[in-house]
T-cell receptor
């Protein structure tokens, strides 16, 4: 059974940092590109970042480039998101998401999410 | 960036009834559209990809249709476990973008 379990969310002051983690199991982690998608309270889903299966390629939403860094540890089946210079508008549930190996950039498995709250 | 617009925002339906949800793209996305189901406290779940192909384990009461800019998700006979938020996503243009979601609630 595919499982994606996020952790690392919490309350942080504006300008602070958080490091989100995602533990993956139940599949061959190195087969898939992995993503982070977020959802602000009462809002829709928004793509944040992705990392290639071998970890060498990354992409970010334009508005987040320079503040967020995605990475993965394939030896430990872990995905990470380092979030710096956090702002109130970064408050959201962050989902760890697996991209399908089929043709197309859609997401076939999601974690339950971890809530990051940026507030003073 | 392609804007995805879902309607209605909220759909009130009685159990056993049919539910029809719409998703419109600001430009053609061909058939590169997925639907997801979200329930409070649970991981979102892929329902449909390629506009009309059900994901593994998805009941046949869920069906998707459309291409280009107009798409529909139909739930033929709502079960209690189907009350949730449904979101569409286009993945024709990078980055993929989502609609704001339609909440299906009990009438």
């Amino acid at each position: 059974e595919v499982q994606l379990v996020e952790s690392g969310g919490g309350l942080v002051q504006p300008g602070g940092s958080l490091r989100l983690s995602c533990a993956a199991s139940g599949f061959t982690f190195t087969d898939n590109w992995m993503h982070w998608v977020r959802q602000a309270p009462g809002k829709g889903l928004v793509w944040v970042s992705r990392v290639s299966s071998d970890g060498t390629g990354t992409d970010y939403a334009d508005s987040l480039r320079g503040r967020f860094t995605i990475s993965r540890d394939n030896a430990k089946n872990m995905l990470f998101l380092q979030m710096n210079s956090l702002r109130a508008e970064d408050t959201a549930v962050y989902y760890c998401v697996r991209e399908t190996t089929r043709s197309g950039n859609y997401f076939d498995y999601w974690g339950q999410g971890t809530l990051a709250t940026v507030s003073s | 960036e392609i804007v995805m617009t879902q309607s209605p925002a909220t759909l009130s339906v009685s159990p056993g009834e049919r539910a029809t949800l719409s998703c419109r793209a600001s430009q053609s996305v061909s058939s590169n559209l997925a639907w997801y189901q979200q329930k409070p406290g649970q991981a979102p779940r892929l329902l449909i990809y390629g506009a009309s192909t059900r994901a593994t384990g998805i009941p046949a009461r869920f069906s998707g249709s459309g291409s280009g800019t107009e798409f529909t998700l139909t739930i033929s006979s709502l079960q209690s476990e189907d009350f949730a938020i449904y979101s569409c996503q286009q993945y024709n243009n990078w980055p993929g973008t989502f609609g704001q979601g339609t909440k299906v609630e009990t009438k």
